[in-house]
DNA sequence: TCAATGCACGC
DNA sequence: CCCTTTTGCATTGA
């Protein structure tokens, strides 16, 4: 049995409790891209700026467009977030020693033990769980309890905001049925389309589908994922997220360009701060690559093998010599955006000099 | 096995 | 379309 935890519009919630005042205008939490005044886009909206038409991932200008003068545009302060954000996971994890943190506002809880299979114990254990969230951080949560991971997020969904939902298995059929396929956690704007074409609207139609049909469309996981999915089937136990397998930074350019010379700057910093987040992981990569965005919205990367404690000066190489390969490739292209990746990420472990260290993959 | 791409997902 | 950012997983093609 599974808890899923979801903090409501966690980012302008935040903001919402710590500027109490701010509370009952419209508030976005913004990412600015620098680009111009106002350029960027809206990462987290309070309900009442969503009863405006706003919602994360729109651009900033257009929610300007949306919203009354006495609306609040704040920054994201990601570091902050993050803060609290630990504060409540804390919280959550006493109760039950078996979690996953999802995201910095989402959590899964395999809470099959500590509620000894009883569902109405489940309603209970939640219950408490949002109040002391409450108590403790003044921050509203949406819970979900469910027989599956698949399911309880989708309960959690279902009773947004500030809500309590328990699916119990007799009730799986009836809760998913009338859902429309996009409900179900891993199903996007591709796959919704695609299953359109498929004649597919609802979870209950999915769940008339042969697997067949869906492996000629999705490929073998993504088939089994949606097949058992759409019958409330899927499963998988509830494991503590890993250690990072690839970190990366992306910078917006001031305007769009092919100048190798203008983007050097946006390389380098990129650059820094993948490499300080490495640090801070106590991290080394085997592996660089460039993120190229195109005016067009069009995705570029590369990658190459690298020895692992490899100097600043020679990523730097590296990466300017990926950047020149791409704008070769692609005569026409316009760079917008510029970002660099460290993967094959190994932990080190022990006590690092410069010339001997202890490492294991990770 | 690796490089590149695509999709999803969070806000 | 006015368009951020980060990570993980899967697929595809060499």
């Given amino acids: 049995m599974v808890l899923f935890l979801d903090l409501d519009y966690f980012f302008a919630q935040v903001e919402e409790v710590e500027k109490p005042e701010y509370r009952d205008r419209p508030l976005v939490v913004c990412v600015y891209s620098g680009r111009t005044e106002s350029s960027g886009v809206v990462s987290s909206a309070n309900y009442v700026a969503r009863r405006y038409g706003v919602k994360a991932g729109m651009p900033i200008r257009l929610a300007m467009g949306k919203l009354p003068s006495d609306s609040v545009y704040l920054p994201v302060r990601m570091e902050h977030y993050l803060k609290v954000s630990r504060d409540v ?213 590369k990658q190459v093998e690298i020895r692992p404690g490899s100097s600043y000066d020679e990523l730097m190489r590296l990466l300017r010599s990926m950047l020149q390969q791409v704008l070769s490739e692609n005569p026409s292209l316009m760079l917008r955006r510029l970002g660099v990746r460290m993967s094959g990420l190994l932990s080190l472990t022990g006590q690092s000099t410069l010339t001997a260290w202890s490492e294991h993959e990770s």
Avoid: W
Wanted: charged share 30%; with cysteine; net charge positive.
């Fill in 89 to 301: 996971m804390d919280i959550a994890r006493k109760y039950s020693a078996k979690m996953r943190v999802e995201s910095v506002d989402e959590a899964v809880l395999d809470v099959t033990e500590v509620v000894d299979g009883s569902f109405d114990k489940a309603r209970e254990h939640a219950a408490k769980l949002k109040t002391e969230i409450l108590e403790r951080k003044s921050l509203k949560c949406s819970v979900g309890v469910a027989p599956n991971r698949v399911l309880a997020k989708m309960a959690a969904e279902a009773a947004k905001p500030d809500g309590l939902k328990v699916v119990n298995p007799e009730e799986v059929g009836v809760f998913l049925a009338g859902q429309p396929v996009e409900a179900l956690p891993g199903v996007g704007h591709k796959t919704k389309s695609l299953l359109e074409d498929l004649g597919v609207r609802t979870v209950a139609d999915l769940g008339r589908l042969d697997i067949d049909v869906l492996e000629n469309v999705f490929g073998p996981k993504k088939a089994r994922y949606v097949y058992l999915a759409s019958r409330g089937l899927f499963d998988e136990p509830v494991q503590e997220r890993g250690a990072a397998k690839q970190v990366s930074r992306i910078l917006t350019l001031k305007r769009n360009t092919r100048s190798l010379d203008e983007v050097e700057h946006a390389l380098a910093k990129a650059l820094t701060q993948v490499l300080n987040r490495l640090s801070s992981l106590r991290m080394a990569a085997t592996r660089l690559g460039i993120i190229v965005i195109t005016s067009e919205i069009k995705t570029f990367t």
